[in-house]
């Protein structure tokens, strides 16, 4: 379960106000609103990365899988390199990663397209198979059919995990069957 109770956060300015959710364990829920408002501060304040200036948050999660807003790759090894960081399978990597478009495994990250690199970037995450699934605009640079090849893959890896994901496009919410009324409009 995953709470929080009149949370708020500021940096310059006010980005969250009393904000207060609630979600049961194996539920998924979208976060859409314009840039700077706030989404990717929920997102910190969930892992734990910042800490509200008021409210309460409550988590029962011990390990997430993260797709963060950049990357975050080493660009200088190879995609196969970069999952090496989180598992030692290399045939599973090796699998998951032709499984998500990338049939160069050894190619080095700066070499990869944007696209190519977010590919990378899911499949690590996907790798790591968490108690949870965090994704802050996770298909950036990530055509149509991709995006529904990937989200169909990825949900049937967390099928009874929670997932929480940043959207400027409620259409990505529907790729992983979250309802309206399960999206948290800022």
């Known amino acids: 379960m995953i709470e929080f109770k009149k949370v708020s956060k ?7 106000h009393n904000l207060s959710f609630k979600i049961a364990d194996g539920n998924s829920m979208g976060i859409f609103g314009k ?4 989404k990717t501060t929920i997102l910190k304040l969930l892992l734990n990365l910042e800490k509200s200036d008021q409210g309460f948050i409550e988590t029962n999660f011990t390990n997430a899988s993260v797709v963060f807003q950049e ?37 080095k990250i700066y070499l ?3 696209g190519m690199q977010r590919k990378v970037a899911l499949a690590r995450a ?3 198979n968490g108690d949870i699934l ?36 409620t259409c ?7 309802k309206k009324d399960n999206i948290i409009f800022l």
């Open 35 to 38: 840039s700077g408002i706030g």
């Open 134 to 169: 965090i994704m802050d605009e996770p298909f950036t640079g990530i055509d149509y059919a991709s995006k529904s090849y990937l989200a169909s893959t990825i949900k049937e890896r967390f099928m009874d995990k929670s997932i929480i994901m940043v959207s400027h496009n």
């Open 126 to 128: 996907y790798v790591f």
């Open 10 to 16: 500021s940096y310059d300015k006010k980005v969250l």
């Open 172 to 178: 990505d919410f529907e790729l992983f069957d979250i």
């Open 112 to 114: 990869l397209s944007g």
């Open 71 to 107: 990357n975050r790759l080493i660009n200088e090894i190879s995609a196969l390199d970069n999952l090496k960081l989180i598992e030692n399978d290399e045939q599973l990597l090796i699998d998951t990663l032709k499984r998500f478009g990338i049939n160069d495994v050894n190619q």
